[in-house]
C-alpha cells in the first residue's frame, strides 16, 4: 500500500513538473523574439488595412465635367501607391491566387462536392439520431434563430456595389475622352499589345500580366521617381524642341505659299479684269478697206464699146414698128 501510494505521488509529480516545463517552454516561445516580431507584424497589417479601409472617401477633385468621383477612386488610388505595402502586397496576392484557383480549380465541380457531402453529413446525424438516441443530432446544432440579413446591411452592400460600378464606368469614360493622357495612352497601348499576345497568352496569362503591371509599375516608379521624372523631363524637353521647330519650319512653309497664292490670284484677277473690260466696251465695226494687190489696169484687155452701142441701136429699130401698129 506505502508503495503504491508513494508511485503515485511520484507519477503525479512527474505529470506536474512536465506541465510546468511546458508551460515555461511556451512562455519562453511566446516571449521570444520571433514571436514578438509576428506580434509586431500582425498588429502593423492590421493598421495598414484599417487605413486601406478609411480611405474610402469621395476625392475633393471632380472629374473634367464637375462630377464628384466615386470613394473608390481614392481607395484604389491609395491600394495602388503602395503606401500601405502590406495591404498591397496581400491585394496582389488575392488577386494572383484567384486567377490561379479559376485556373486550376473545378470551383463549380467543388461547390457541387461541397454541398453534397455537406447536405449529406446533416441528413445522416439527423437520421442516425433518431434513430438510436430518439433526437436527431443535426436538430441539436439548429439554431434558435435563423440569421438573416439586416436591411442595413444590405442598403450598405448595393451602395458599395452601386459605387464599384460607377467607379468603372466613369473610369472608362475619362480613358475614352483623354481626360489624362498619359492614362489613354496607356490604355491604347496595353490594348495594342493585348490583341497580338492573345493570340499565343491564355486569357488567365493576359489577367496575371496586367495585375503584376497594375500592382508594380507604380511600385517601381514610386521607388525611382527622381531618376524617372529627369528622364522623362529630358525627353520632354527634346519633344518640345522638336516641335517648336517643326512648328516654325512649318509657318515658314505656309506663309510662303501664302504669299505665292496671293500673288498669283493678283495675277489671274488682274487678266480677268482686262478681259472683261474688253468685252464691255463693244467698240464699232471698223469698215474694210480693198484689199490691196500689185495688179494694174493695163494688165486686163479693154472692154468692147462698139459693139454695145450697135446692139442697142438695132434693138431700137425692132421696137418702132410695134409702136407704129
Not at 305 to 315: G, T
Request: hydrophobic share 40%; charged share 20%; proline share 5%.
Amino acid at each position: 500500500m506505502a508503495d503504491s501510494a508513494s508511485d503515485h505521488a511520484v507519477n503525479g509529480g512527474s505529470v506536474e513538473t512536465l506541465k510546468g516545463n511546458a508551460q515555461a517552454a511556451y512562455n519562453q516561445i511566446a516571449s521570444g523574439p520571433v514571436a514578438q516580431n509576428v506580434k509586431d507584424q500582425s498588429a502593423k497589417t492590421s493598421a495598414e488595412l484599417s487605413n486601406l479601409a478609411n480611405s474610402r472617401q469621395t476625392p475633393s477633385q471632380p472629374a473634367a465635367t464637375g462630377q464628384p468621383l466615386t470613394h473608390y477612386h481614392s481607395f484604389f488610388s491609395e491600394l495602388l501607391s503602395w503606401n500601405n505595402p502590406r495591404a498591397s502586397a496581400i491585394a496582389y496576392a488575392s488577386v494572383v491566387s484567384l486567377i490561379f484557383a479559376v485556373r486550376y480549380l473545378d470551383v463549380v465541380r467543388y461547390a457541387f462536392k461541397l454541398t453534397y457531402m455537406t447536405l449529406g453529413i446533416t441528413v445522416l446525424a439527423e437520421g442516425a439520431g433518431k434513430a438510436i438516441l430518439g433526437n436527431g443530432l443535426t436538430t441539436q446544432l439548429r439554431p434558435r434563430k435563423y440569421y438573416t440579413v439586416p436591411r442595413e446591411t444590405l442598403d450598405s452592400l448595393i451602395g458599395d456595389v452601386h459605387e464599384l460600378i460607377n467607379f468603372f464606368v466613369i473610369e472608362s469614360q475619362r480613358i475614352l475622352f483623354a481626360e489624362n493622357v498619359a492614362a489613354s495612352a496607356v490604355a491604347a497601348i496595353g490594348a495594342f499589345l493585348s490583341y497580338y499576345l492573345v493570340k499565343i497568352v491564355p486569357y488567365w496569362g493576359l489577367a496575371l500580366i496586367a495585375t503584376t503591371l497594375l500592382f508594380f509599375v507604380p511600385l517601381i516608379y514610386a521607388t525611382n521617381q527622381e531618376l524617372i521624372d529627369h528622364h522623362l523631363k529630358q525627353a520632354s524637353d527634346v519633344l518640345n524642341s522638336q516641335t517648336e521647330q517643326l512648328r516654325q519650319v512649318a509657318s515658314r512653309q505656309t506663309a510662303q505659299a501664302t504669299e505665292i497664292t496671293k500673288q498669283y490670284m493678283g495675277d489671274y484677277t488682274a487678266k480677268a479684269q482686262q478681259m472683261l473690260r474688253g468685252r464691255s466696251s463693244s467698240p464699232e465695226a471698223a469698215p474694210k478697206s480693198a484689199p490691196q494687190t500689185s495688179l494694174k489696169e493695163s494688165d486686163f484687155p479693154r472692154a468692147p464699146k462698139e459693139d454695145l452701142q450697135n446692139k442697142e441701136e438695132h434693138s431700137e429699130d425692132e421696137e418702132e414698128p410695134l409702136i407704129s401698129a
